[in-house]
């Protein structure tokens, strides 16, 4: 059995989320061999996520919050979902197959909590045509989770030198309506929930996929917070970053023009 770390917080707030999912992989990266972290999560209201690269404009007119993740992708209505996180070295079994191998390891675990809760899931086998869409959720990358041809997992990566993150939203339940609002009708169509296919209460299913996660890793998971390396990270990037709405609207490059015209003439 291999050591993992098991950080598991309540709903937080977008930008206090992100802040520490990136501060882990940052202070995984600055220390090779560190014990790697699987962390599982909540949101404490509706937040939009976007992709690093994302166009933040689109989404802004539900008038929900919207963060911008460090990893890619596009968007995601954080609500009904558990979210996981993990951070991992680039070398270490059985993540040393680069990014698919990342995700198809992953997957097959989130597929493995979902058989135990009587879903049967499959993988993706191609990646679609998002068409331009905005939303994470409308269209299947490879090895995602699908239920029914649907997508009940969305995820997304970003690797350093040595030390990568994935994080995702596995879908527990749909609210039709706020996704219609954000992304428009016809991505509800595309997606499936955990409560559509099982009675499985969120904290059951939450312990469901931490024994799957140990199971595939055949990792033994202690319980911990952050260390405080992390906690200091965190900070400073949450208030210098996830709650900069320069850096949330237009990202690295947008975020001195944003200062500048809040700054007094």
């Known amino acids: ?6 950080i598991t917080d309540p709903g937080l707030r977008g930008a206090e989320n992100m802040a520490v999912d990136e501060a882990v992989l940052r202070a995984a990266d ?7 972290t699987l962390r599982v999560y909540g949101w404490s209201e509706p937040t939009v996520s976007i992709g690093y690269l994302q166009k933040a404009l689109p989404l802004l007119s539900s008038g929900l919050p919207v963060v911008r993740r460090i990893t890619g992708g596009r968007a995601v209505l954080h609500d009904r979902e558990l979210t996981y996180s993990i951070v991992a070295g680039t070398e270490e079994e059985p993540f040393a197959g680069g990014i698919t191998g990342a995700y198809s ?3 097959r675990c989130i597929m493995e909590a979902l058989k135990e809760a009587g879903v049967k899931a499959e993988f993706a086998r191609a990646t679609g045509n998002p068409g331009g869409k905005d939303a994470c959720f409308h269209t299947p990358s490879r090895y995602e989770v699908l239920v029914d041809g649907r997508k009940l997992v969305g995820s997304s990566q970003r690797r350093f030198k040595n030390s990568f993150l994935q994080h995702g939203s596995i879908l527990l339940g749909i609210d039709k309506g706020m996704n219609s609002l954000v992304f428009g009708p ?3 169509g595309r997606m499936a929930s955990l409560s559509e296919f099982s009675a499985i209460g969120e904290t059951e299913f939450r312990d469901s996929f931490v024994r799957a996660m140990s199971r595939g890793l055949q990792a033994e998971f202690t319980v911990s917070g952050l260390s405080e390396k992390e906690a200091l990270l965190k900070e400073e990037l949450q208030r ?5 709405a320069g850096w949330n609207i237009s990202g690295a490059a947008g975020r001195e023009a944003h200062r500048d015209a809040l700054s007094p003439s």
Do not use: H, K, N, Q
């Open 1 to 6: 059995m291999v050591r993992w770390r098991l």
């Open 105 to 107: 390891f992953i997957s």
């Open 186 to 188: 016809e991505v509800v």
């Open 30 to 36: 600055s220390a090779p061999g560190a014990v790697p």
């Open 240 to 244: 210098t970053r996830y709650e900069d």
